[in-house]
């Protein structure tokens, strides 16, 4: 059974850093476009940030570009999102997703893609 498991949300000050992880199990990530959103409460979901299947491609929203970063360890078939410089605007239930189709270029930002989901970690940012 395929299973994606966040964890490392929390409350943090603003300016502060998170890092979450995704923990993938039931399959091999590495051939997936892999992605991180985020839904703040009443509004829509948003794509955050996306790697490319084997890692050698980023991409970002404005909003967080130059302050997240993307990652993943293939060993131990976890992706990872480093949140760097968190504002209030960032408060949201973060979520990691797979793309269905292995080995092709992640489509961008858009969620359409994304089959699989995990069930989300809450990140709070204060003042």
């Known amino acids: 059974q395929v299973q994606l498991v966040e964890s490392g949300g929390g409350s943090v000050q603003a300016g502060g850093s998170l890092r979450l992880s995704c923990a993938a199990s039931?399959?091999?990530?590495?051939?997936?476009?892999m992605g991180w959103f985020r839904q703040a409460p009443g509004k829509e979901r948003e794509g955050v940030a996306i790697?490319?299947?084997?890692?050698?491609?980023?991409a970002y929203a404005d909003s967080v570009k130059g302050r997240f970063t993307i990652s993943q360890d293939n060993a131990k078939n976890t992706l990872y999102l480093t949140m760097n410089s968190l504002k209030l605007e960032d408060t949201a239930m973060y979520y990691c997703?797979?793309?269905?189709?292995?080995?092709?270029?992640?489509?961008?930002?858009?969620?359409?893609?994304?089959?699989?989901w995990g069930r989300g970690t809450q990140v709070t940012v204060s003042s």
């Open positions: 997703a797979a793309e269905g189709v292995q080995w092709r270029s992640c489509s961008g930002l858009s969620s359409d893609p994304f089959t699989t």
């Open positions: 039931g399959y091999t990530y590495s051939g997936h476009c």
């Open positions: 790697i490319w299947p084997g890692g050698g491609y980023t």
